[in-house]
């Protein structure tokens, strides 16, 4: 009896604790990224507090209301995940379809239901509606956030099964990736409104991910002034360094002559976004606006992302 770990996908360690009071067995998780010693120190907590009556690990499921495991799913989002701004969005709208209900209570007709529901609602700006229906990509993400969910009630004591397991996701449309040219671009960045000009010269001449480059700061941008002359007389402009990124480690990214002439005139605070809304504050989303670029434009539709593949070619 003990604690032992498992080696997820992305090479993180999930510690797991192996408990035995009284002669009654418990397994559970510890928490991840943890070292051996912080996950003995778990058990440790735990024989202490089943000993002064604090804790009861072979208690029943607690089945609590799905709004309160909500909470407490985005409490280790947060903790755990880059992406917990995104499961924030998901869990909002999945709370308005499940508030109320025990989590013993949904089954798999109610999934169903939420997907045939959700289908069928326009998408929404804030507080206006859009004239298109909600995807089936967005539908998915929030059934496989439903299913997460579930799978760590069932870890942590609150349910007994997933629902969700054996659900069918939608079908999502494949989008043929497209290339931006530069005189596309050149069509693009005149037609879009000032605040967002900024945003597709990063995009386009950096190759940087959507999250990457709204959550920029000026603290990550090392600019040459003047540039240094390097052999062969290329200049050396300086670099974005990304802390954060998609595979967890940091990296550079050159800055060429069309950024450093955009950020040279610029204040740079170091607690300030390098792009800012027109509030001045950072961006929430600027794919409407980037849509509105294009439609006035006159150009096919795409997505910010096929910047990034344009950067590429």
């Known amino acids: 009896m003990g604690v032992y770990y ?21 397994r559970g998780i510890a928490g991840s990224g943890r070292s051996k010693r912080e996950a003995l120190n778990v058990l440790a907590e735990l024989r ?59 089954d798999s007709q ?57 659900i069918k ?4 449309s494949n989008y043929e990736e497209r290339y931006i040219d530069e005189k596309e671009f050149e069509k693009l960045y005149e037609a879009v409104c000032p605040t967002l000009k900024p945003v597709l010269l990063v995009a386009y001449n950096t190759g940087m991910r959507l999250e990457e480059y709204l959550s920029l700061k000026w603290s990550q941008v090392q600019l040459n002034d003047p540039p240094i002359k390097m052999v062969g007389n290329v200049l050396d402009y300086g670099y974005i360094r990304l802390h954060k990124t998609k ?23 170091p607690n300030d976004y390098v792009l800012k809304a027109s509030h001045g504050g950072r961006f929430s989303s600027v794919k409407d606006q980037f849509r509105n670029g294009l439609k006035k434009a006159g150009l096919e539709p795409a997505r910010l992302h096929d910047l990034r593949g344009s950067w590429a070619t």
């Not at 498992?6 to 418990?26: A, P, S, T």
């Not at 799913?73 to 379809?97: A, E, G, I, Y």
């Open 6 to 26: 498992k080696v997820k996908k992305n090479g993180e360690r999930v510690w797991y604790f192996d408990l035995c009071i009284d002669g009654k067995r418990k």
């Open 169 to 172: 996701f939608l079908q999502e």
């Open 48 to 106: 202490s507090k089943y000993r002064k009556g604090d804790f009861n690990p072979f208690q029943e499921a607690q089945n609590p209301l799905f709004q309160d495991f909500a909470e407490k799913f985005l409490l280790w989002s947060k903790t755990n995940k880059r992406s917990h701004k995104r499961d924030q969005q998901l869990v909002n709208n999945l709370k308005r379809w499940f508030d109320g209900r025990k989590l013993s209570s949904i």
């Open 247 to 269: 595979s967890g480690k940091s990296r550079k990214v050159p800055i060429n002559q069309t950024l450093w002439n955009l950020f040279v005139n610029q204040e740079r605070d």
């Open 110 to 166: 109610d999934i169903e239901a939420y997907k045939i529901e959700r289908k069928s609602e326009k998408r929404r700006c804030g507080n206006f509606e859009v004239d298109r229906f909600v995807s089936n990509a967005t539908v998915n993400r929030e059934v496989a956030c439903l299913k997460k969910m579930f799978n760590l009630a069932i870890q942590w004591g609150d349910a007994t099964r997933n629902p969700v397991n054996g």
